[in-house]
C-alpha cells in the first residue's frame, strides 16, 4: 500500500553492514556487506576490522539498497540505525550515517533496538507480529526470551544467557573441533549426519530449582571440550558428527524447551524466534515440532532475515513511523549495551523541534 | 569538517570566507557532537545543506573512532545531496591554521605514548608524509623547528618550542580548500589515513579445559 512508511534501516552493530528499504512490512531492498571473512582468521569478530570495513561498505551499501528497491531517497519517510546494543565503534559508522542521511533529505531519524529489530524482522515474513509476541533471540551474541506487548514501546525481558550467548558456543566448539569461523553453519552441516543422542551433554539451567527463563552455555561447552580431549588423550578418533550432533541436540533442547514453556505460562500462543541461530536447521525443526505439540504457532523468518541485517532495522523504523514514535535527536549516539528495555532511543528535545530543524533543510 | 583531533569542529565557507563556525572540544563525543554542529554552523549562516556545493573533511591521522565519524558523515553528505568529498590532511589543516612562514612540524597525540607528525616548509606545503612515532625516535628530525598541535605540547622534551593551535579547526580545513579549488590544486581521496593497522591477534590454540 503507497500510504504505509516508506523508511530505510542501517545496521552495523557487529560485522555485517546492513542496509534495508521496507514499506510497512513490505520488504523492498536488503543490501548486506559483510566482512566475516577478513575475521575469520582471528576465530571472532575483530571490532576495528569490523569498523573500518563499515566505514569502507556504507555509502555503497546505502545507494546499492535504493537501486534494488526503485525508489528515490527523496521519498523516503524515515531512516532508522541501529543505536545498539553492539559493538561501540561499528555502531558508531552506522548511527553517524544515519544521521547524516537523515539530516541532509530533511527526514527523522529513529534510533532503534538491534534486539527488537530482529524480532520486529518478522512482520516481513509473515505478516503484523501478534501482541503480544513471545520471541526467542539467539546469536552470536544474545540469548534471550523477550515478551513484547508492543515491539515499538514495551519489550520485556523473561531471561537471557547468564554467561555464553548460543551462537558463542558454535564457535567455541568448531574451533576446538578445528572447524574454524563461524562456527554455526558447519556445525549444522555435519550434525546433519551424526546421532544427537550418542553423546549424553548436559543441559544447563534445567534443574527443578533453577531460573525458568534463563540460559547457561558455558558449562555445555566445557563438558564437550573436555569430552573432545579425553578422546583426544585416549589416542582415539573424535566422532566429529556425533559430538556435532549431540551439542547441537543439547543447545537446541534448551532453547526450544524453555520458549515452549514461556509461552505456556504467559498464556501466549504465537511464538517467534530470531537471530543468526536461529537459521540452525535442528533449531528450526525441534520449534517447530515442539510448538505444534503445544498448539504454539511458531513464526521463524527465512534464515537471511534471522542474520543481522538493515531490513530488520527498517521494519523497526516503520513501525515507529506508522504508530507516531517521536524521533530521535541529531545528538543521538550509539550506546554499546542499549537495554533491551528501550526499543529505540527518542530525542532529548521535544518532537516538534527535531521536525522543524528537518523541514529547513529539505533540498529540493 | 574535522573530527581527526580532540577538537569537533564545522565550518562553512562561502568562496570569499569563513561564513560560520563551530567548534567543541570533547575526544569522547564526536558521534553526538558533529552532526549538531553542522546544524549550527548552517542555522547560523542563515542557510541549509541544501545550498552547500561541496563538502571538505580531514581525513586524519587520527584515533580511528572519532576519525570516522566525520569521515562517514562526509561521504554520507555527499551521496545525498549529489556533491563532490573533499579529502585533506588533518595536518594540513593545522598548519594552514598555524600561519607560520618558516619550517616547522605538526604533532597531534595518537594516544599510546606516540604523535602523528609532518613536516612543513610553510603553512601551506607539507615536505614529509604523515607518520606514526614514538616523540623520542623523531628528535633529530624536528629539532630546531617550532611545533604546533597537542602532540608537540604534550612532548616538550621533543617539541621545545610548541605552540598554538592545538587542535584541528574547521575553519582553517575549509579556508585551505578553498584556495585549492581556486588555484585547482588537487585533494585526497575521502578515505581514513590510519597509519596503523588494526589491533588484532590470531589466536593460538584453544585454551584446553581438563585439568593438568
Ligand atoms: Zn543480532
Given amino acids: 500500500m503507497a500510504d504505509e512508511p516508506l523508511v530505510l534501516g542501517i545496521e552495523t552493530s557487529c560485522d555485517e553492514t546492513g542496509v534495508g528499504i521496507v514499506r510497512g512490512t513490505t520488504l523492498l531492498a536488503d543490501a548486506v556487506a559483510s566482512s566475516v571473512d577478513t575475521h575469520a582468521r582471528f576465530g571472532g569478530v575483530v571490532p576495528e576490522i569490523a569498523s573500518r570495513a563499515h566505514l569502507e561498505a556504507m555509502v555503497p551499501t546505502i545507494e546499492r539498497a535504493l537501486a534494488e528497491a526503485g525508489v528515490s531517497a527523496r521519498d523516503l519517510d524515515g531512516i532508522a540505525v541501529t543505536a545498539g546494543p553492539g559493538l561501540a565503534g561499528a555502531l558508531l559508522v ?48 544474545h540469548s534471550s526470551l523477550l515478551l513484547a506487548p508492543d515491539i515499538t514501546a514495551d519489550v520485556r525481558p523473561l531471561g537471557a544467557t547468564i554467561d555464553d550467548a548460543a551462537g558463542e558456543a558454535f564457535d567455541k566448539i568448531a574451533r576446538v573441533l578445528d572447524l574454524g569461523f563461524p562456527g554455526g553453519p558447519v556445525i549444522d552441516r555435519l550434525a546433519r549426519e551424526g546421532d544427537p543422542e550418542a553423546i549424553a551433554f548436559p543441559r544447563g539451567l534445567s534443574g527443578a530449582r533453577d531460573p525458568a ?33 549431540s551439542f547441537q541436540e543439547a543447545v537446541v533442547d534448551v532453547l526450544t ?8 505460562d504467559e498464556g501466549v500462543d504465537h511464538l517467534m524466534v530470531g537471530g543468526g541461530v536461529a537459521a540452525n536447521s535442528r533449531l528450526r525443526a525441534l520449534a517447530e515440532e515442539r510448538c505444534e505439540r503445544a498448539g504454539i504457532r511458531l513464526r521463524v523468518p527465512r534464515p537471511k532475515l534471522c542474520t543481522d541485517n538493515g531490513a530488520m532495522v527498517a521494519a523497526l523504523g516503520a513501525e515507529m513511523v506508522a504508530r507516531n514514535r517521536p524521533a530521535s535527536g541529531w545528538e543521538l549516539s550509539a550506546d554499546s549495551s542499549l537495554p533491551v528495555t528501550d526499543p529505540h532511543v527518542p530525542g532529548a528535545h521535544d518532537h516538534d523541534h527535531v521536525h522543524e530543524i528537518s523541514k529547513e533543510n529539505l533540498y529540493s | 569538517m574535522d573530527t581527526a583531533t580532540p577538537a569537533v569542529t564545522a565550518a562553512l565557507h562561502d568562496g570569499t570566507g569563513i561564513v560560520a563556525e563551530s567548534t567543541r572540544v570533547d575526544a569522547r563525543r564526536h558521534g553526538e557532537l558533529l552532526l549538531p554542529a553542522v546544524d549550527r554552523v548552517l542555522a547560523e549562516a542563515g542557510t541549509d545543506l541544501g545550498s552547500v556545493t561541496g563538502i571538505v573533511v580531514g581525513v586524519g591521522p587520527g584515533p580511528y573512532t572519532g576519525l570516522r565519524v566525520g569521515l562517514v558523515t562526509a561521504a554520507t553528505f555527499a551521496s545525498a545531496l549529489g556533491v563532490p568529498v573533499h579529502g585533506v590532511c588533518t595536518l594540513d589543516g593545522l598548519a594552514y591554521a598555524a600561519g607560520l612562514d618558516e619550517p616547522f ?7 599510546r ?37 597537542a602532540g608537540a605540547l604534550l612532548y616538550p622534551g621533543t617539541f621545545p618550542d610548541a605552540r598554538a593551535p592545538e587542535h584541528a579547526s574547521a575553519a582553517a580545513l575549509a579556508s585551505l580548500a578553498a584556495e585549492r579549488l581556486a588555484s585547482g590544486a588537487g585533494f585526497l581521496d575521502p578515505h581514513p589515513l590510519y597509519l596503523r593497522r588494526p589491533d588484532a591477534q590470531v589466536p593460538r590454540n584453544y585454551k584446553v579445559v581438563t585439568p593438568q
Fill in chain 1, 213 to 245: 527463563y534463563d540460559f547457561s552455555f558455558s558449562g555445555l561447552k566445557t563438558a564437550v571440550a573436555r569430552w573432545i580431549e579425553a578422546k583426544r588423550a585416549a589416542g582415539e578418533e573424535v566422532p566429529v558428527r556425533d559430538v556435532a550432533a
Fill in chain 1, 257 to 264: 524447551r524453555k520458549a515452549v514453556r514461556a509461552c505456556r
Fill in chain 2, 105 to 111: 612540524t605538526v604533532a597531534t597525540d595518537a594516544r
Fill in chain 2, 113 to 149: 605514548k606516540e604523535v602523528y607528525w609532518a613536516r612543513y616548509a610553510d603553512s601551506r606545503t607539507r615536505v614529509t608524509e604523515a607518520a606514526v612515532d614514538r616523540p623520542a625516535e623523531i628528535a633529530e628530525q624536528v629539532a630546531g623547528v617550532p611545533a604546533v598541535g
Fill in chain 1, 94 to 141: 552506522g548511527v553517524s550515517a544515519a544521521k547524516a542521511y537523515a539530516y541532509a533529505l530533511g527526514k527523522p531519524l529513529y534510533g532503534v533496538n538491534h534486539l527488537a529489530s530482529h524480532i520486529c524482522v518478522d512482520q516481513l515474513e509473515h505478516g503484523p507480529l501478534p501482541e503480544p509476541t513471545m520471541a526467542l533471540l539467539v546469536s552470536g551474541g
